[in-house]
């Protein structure tokens, strides 16, 4: 069964106003969680590194005002578009890794749509 | 970061084995080779990852050349259900991962 969960799955809100996408690691604790985006018919683009009570650490161009991540406890970090545009929708995947065991385990994406 | 460069795509037949090829000529000597494949609409699922040896697991092997400068993902007998997107990528252990633009794997069947 999953290991990290997305939640919610599928998302349509209107210009300007937020959304929030949570992601929550099921059965071990992640210090650390990253959030890629993912465009139609494009590969996946790292957008953060998300740590467990500390701040985010952003990849080049991404905004880290518009995308508000918190990672308040061992389990949940969430990701928050704020006022979002068109332009923003975009299928959002996290993953954490688990213990030291190599792998990155991925939620199942949250598809945004703005109108 | 260190890049890979990987085929856009390639064709198999039910059945039969398929060898996805990963050029990394710039890998360090701490970056393990990490395989993900995803499918249409859902996250990525991890395949298999190794640093130097070649590695087995119930999913694949995988093939690291001596040099270390290129691998090859083996899929002993392709599904239909084998058709996504495998990526390749070298990062340092549980380290954050950067894709590429990946192979699309079309099984024929």
């Known amino acids: 069964g999953a290991v990290v969960s997305q939640h919610p799955s599928r998302v349509i809100c209107k210009s300007g106003t937020s959304v929030k996408i949570e992601c929550r690691s099921l059965d071990f604790q992640a210090t650390t969680m990253f959030w890629y985006r993912q465009f139609p018919k494009q590969s996946l683009m790292l957008m953060a590194t998300s740590n467990e009570g500390s701040k985010a650490t952003y990849e080049q161009g991404v905004e880290k005002d518009k995308f508000l991540i918190n990672h308040a406890s061992l389990t949940l970090s969430t990701l928050t578009v704020t006022s979002a545009h068109p332009e923003d929708s975009s299928f959002y995947i996290c993953?954490?890794?688990?213990?030291?065991?190599?792998?990155?385990?991925f939620g199942e994406g949250s598809r945004l749509t703005v109108l | 970061d260190a890049k890979t460069t990987q085929p856009n795509s390639m064709e198999s037949n039910e059945e039969e084995p398929v060898h996805l090829p990963c050029n990394h000529s710039t890998i360090s000597g701490t970056d393990y080779i990490h395989w993900y494949r995803q499918l249409p609409s859902q996250g990525p699922e991890y395949v298999i990852h190794g640093l130097t040896s070649n590695v087995n697991n119930r999913m694949a092997s995988l093939a690291i050349a001596e040099d270390r400068k290129s691998s090859t993902l083996i899929l002993h007998r392709a599904t239909l259900r084998d058709a996504a997107v495998y990526y390749c990528?070298?990062?340092?252990?549980?380290?954050?991962?950067?894709f590429g633009a990946g192979t699309r794997l079309t099984v024929k069947p």
């Open positions: 990528i070298l990062s340092e252990y549980n380290n954050d991962m950067r």
């Open positions: 993953s954490a890794p688990r213990g030291q065991t190599g792998e990155l385990f």
